[in-house]
């Protein structure tokens, strides 16, 4: 069982920044990848960054030059940085850990683009 908590959500206006963090209660290298995904309103959810255990890193083309995935193995804790917000950003963020025979989801964060 895997335990995600993730934290750093809010309201930002449009150019601006938010870093998100998922704090996982195994040790990251047993995962094999983590990725946050984000579901707006009446959407369904999608992929926006993940991070594989061999650190192979993709991004969804709508964020790519404006978020970065990453990781502190020490901490177990896997942040993504999210530069330049758009309105079109905002939806509810959730951290995800992909094993070998089970995913895990945190509870999700919401992130509000808003002038």
């Known amino acids: 069982q895997v335990q995600l908590v993730e934290s750093g959500g809010g309201l930002v206006q449009p150019g601006g920044s938010l870093r998100l963090s998922c704090a996982a209660s195994?040790?990251?290298?047993?995962?094999?990848?983590m990725g946050w995904y984000r579901q707006a309103p009446g959407k369904q959810r999608e992929l926006v960054a993940i991070?594989?255990?061999?650190?192979?890193?993709n991004y969804v083309d709508s964020v790519k030059g404006r978020f970065t995935i990453s990781a502190d193995n020490a901490k177990n804790t896997v942040y993504l940085q999210m530069n330049s917000l758009k309105p079109e950003d905002t939806a509810v963020y959730y951290c995800?850990?992909?094993?070998?025979?089970?995913?895990?989801w945190g509870q999700g964060t919401q992130v509000t683009v808003s002038s």
């Open positions: 195994v040790n990251l290298l047993s995962i094999k990848a």
């Open positions: 995800n850990a992909a094993m070998t025979y089970n995913n895990y």
């Open positions: 991070m594989s255990s061999a650190g192979i890193i």
